[in-house]
């Protein structure tokens, strides 16, 4: 989905994973790493635009400043590069906090980006099989038997920084970074 227009360029997408961790060395020297097993999205990317042009962004502002979730692709990093090709669907309903999707054949690869039919929560595979695939982190919702598989176009749902600053500076040609975190 579009945020803006052509009138407004959008540069320097930058998708992070956030995935709070631990470690610590035990006396043998062994390295044990855990992980929280919470797992968000965020965004940042640059918005540039003619000054004629700001009421656009002005709207984006007004409309997303106080926490209201906006849906937007992932760039690039929407755009599915590996071998699948068809629909994959789940094969059987699997509960919220589970993590492996029996799903029909398919040959998504370990690291693709997936959503799911009814959320937006981003998920990674971990493991994949011809019949199933593991993602990371844990479903929030439950996937219903039969439902799509999003790999290709898969968008997200933000919410922008509270700390982002959203001032226009005033000049011809304008520039603002936007910063945002998954809406989970």
């Given amino acids: 989905m579009a945020l803006f227009t052509n009138n407004i360029k959008i540069s320097d997408f930058k998708l ?69 090709i068809g629909t994959v669907s789940s094969t059987a309903t699997v509960s919220k906090g589970g993590t492996v999707i029996p799903c029909n054949a398919n040959t998504l690869e370990v690291g693709t980006l997936v959503t799911f039919q009814n959320s937006t929560k981003i998920h990674r595979i971990i493991a994949s099989t011809g019949t199933s695939i593991t993602v990371f982190p844990a479903l929030r919702q439950n996937v219903q038997a039969g439902e799509v598989i999003r790999y290709q176009g ?20 304008m520039s603002l970074q936007v910063k945002a975190t998954e809406a989970l």
């Fill in 16 to 84: 992070q994973n956030i995935e709070p961790a631990y470690s610590n060395k035990s006396w043998t020297g062994t390295q044990n790493r855990r992980s929280t097993g919470i797992q968000y999205y965020q965004i940042s990317f640059n918005l540039q635009f003619n000054q004629a042009d700001r009421q656009e962004v002005l709207n984006f502002i007004a409309q997303y400043s106080q926490g209201k979730p906006f849906t937007t692709d992932l760039g690039y990093f929407s755009q599915y590069t590996g071998n699948q």
């Fill in 154 to 173: 898969i968008s997200g749902s933000f919410i922008i920084d509270v700390d982002c600053d959203l001032n226009l500076p005033s000049t011809n040609i």
